[in-house]
């Protein structure tokens, strides 16, 4: 199983990025898929997490902000993330859990600064 990140990048305070994670070697469809973010110095910790019947859920500082969603077609999980702030300046992996087995993607580092 392998998770690719892509999407990250530097942007301005306010601003937006998309963050896609794609996935192959197994049934995607079938898997609850979740973004995480570990900054500098602190834990890893969910950012948002999706079902396999597409039911969302969100960490309190992002509610609002971020939206997940997945396409089974492409095997892909998204982040949209709108009004960027400093505090969100992590890298930002996926993660899935098949038969107890959490698999994880090397990340992609989103940068919020002016």
């Known amino acids: 199983v392998q998770l690719v990140e892509s999407g990250g990048g530097l942007v301005q305070p306010g601003g937006s990025l998309r963050l896609s994670c794609v996935v192959s070697g197994t049934i995607f469809s079938m898997y609850t898929m979740g973004w995480y973010r570990q900054a500098p110095g602190k834990q890893r910790e969910l950012v948002a997490s999706?079902?396999?019947?597409?039911?969302?859920n969100y960490v309190d500082p992002v509610k609002g902000r971020f939206t997940i969603s997945r396409d089974n077609t492409k095997n892909t999980v998204y982040l949209q993330m709108n009004s960027l702030q400093s505090e969100d300046t992590a890298v930002y992996l996926c993660n899935t859990i098949i038969v107890l087995t959490s698999y994880w993607g090397r990340g992609t580092q989103v940068t919020v600064s002016s």
């Open positions: 999706i079902t396999s019947g597409g039911r969302t």
